[in-house]
Every structure is written in structure tokens, then in C-alpha cells.
């Protein structure tokens, strides 16, 4: 699937994942390739993105890698958008 996240000051990543898992506001969840669409509000938390991801060099210092290899973004809040296989995450 694909993945964008996306802050008001730039396009922090974007390129296929293998799953990633965000901070809803009633708990964590994850998303796989072909999730149902959904629309949700994301609260404070990492969002984890799984699989083979190259961060540009511009923004890998807001990155950090997890206990289980994953790629971690910690964010303060926004949304997320699932619909054809394409994650949108508007954080701040």
C-alpha cells in the first residue's frame, strides 16, 4: 500500500509500506494492504510504519527506529484517510 505524511510544513514521507499503524483517539490501530476504507481523528502518539522505508535525509531526524524495526514518527495529533490502497496522514 501506500503511504503519505503530510505536516504543514512538508511531505515527510511518501512511498509503499507494508502496514502502518497509527495513535487513534480511542487506542492504536493498524492497517494492512486492501483495508477498508476509514476516516479517523489521530491523537498523540508514533505512528509506526512497517516494511522497507527510505526517509528522506531532509526529515530523518523526526524519525526514529522501534523495538521491532519499524520506522516511528511521533506526532501530537490529525487525521488519517484509508480509501484504494493509499494511507493519507495529515499530522502535526
Known amino acids: 500500500m501506500y ?3 503530510v505536516t504543514p510544513e512538508a511531505t515527510l514521507f511518501s512511498g509503499d509500506v507494508t502496514s502502518v499503524a497509527v ?3 480511542d ?5 494492512l494492504d ?6 479517523s481523528i489521530l491523537g498523540k ?8 522505508v527510505k526517509i528522506d535525509k531532509a526529515y530523518a531526524s ?8 519499524e520506522t516511528v514518527l511521533p506526532i501530537s ?8 490502497n493509499k494511507v493519507i496522514i495529515l499530522a502535526d
Do not use: R, W
Open 3 to 5: 503511504l503519505e505524511i
Open 23 to 25: 495513535p487513534g483517539v
Open 27 to 31: 487506542g492504536e490501530f493498524q492497517m
Open 34 to 39: 486492501n483495508h477498508a476504507p476509514i476516516v
Open 45 to 52: 502518539g508514533n505512528v509506526k510504519i512497517y516494511g522497507d
Open 62 to 69: 523526526k524519525f526514529s527506529k522501534g523495538e521491532k524495526g
Open 77 to 84: 495529533s490529525g487525521t488519517v484517510e484509508m480509501n484504494n
